[in-house]
């Protein structure tokens, strides 16, 4: 290895940690995420993400404000969005949003756990 292979690598290694490979919402764009969920993803996960909205789904919607969602990494609820879940409502959206956007969205589904949380006892 030359020592110009050898800088590329420690440079790629250095990104990937930085970014966490790309699995972090932190840094997401909560506003941005907020107007891309009532865009899109509101009628079905509804306003607080509780999914309760009249259309029905099997199976059925996620909670995305419940800790099933929100214990999940960044990274989990990213790919579920990018990717969608197969033979479910929920759809691929990387062929809607950007990766960045997916990321404001993301950070915009934690804000819906933390108001969840907000209202306990
Ligand atoms: C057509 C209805 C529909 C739309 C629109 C929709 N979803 Fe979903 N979503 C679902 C359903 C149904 C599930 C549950 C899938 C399953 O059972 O695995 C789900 C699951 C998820 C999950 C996984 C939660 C978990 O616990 O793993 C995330 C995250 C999510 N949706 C985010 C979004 C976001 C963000 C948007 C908007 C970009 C969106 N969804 C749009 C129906 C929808």
Partial sequence: MNTRTGALIF??????????S???AAGG??????????????R??????????PMKFNPPV?????????????GTLMKAIHDGRKDTAM????????DEEIRDVTAYVRVLGSAASRKLP
């Fill in 11 to 20: 440079l790629s290694l250095l990104l990937v940690a930085a970014t966490g």
């Fill in 29 to 42: 764009n909560v506003a941005k995420g907020k107007v891309l969920y009532s865009n899109i993803c509101i």
């Fill in 91 to 98: 759809g691929a959206w990387k062929f809607v949003l950007s």
């Fill in 62 to 74: 996620a909670d995305l404000s419940a800790p099933a969602a929100q214990s999940k990494l960044d």
């Fill in 44 to 53: 079905c996960h509804g306003i607080d993400g509780k999914g309760d909205v």
């Fill in 22 to 24: 790309g699995s972090d």
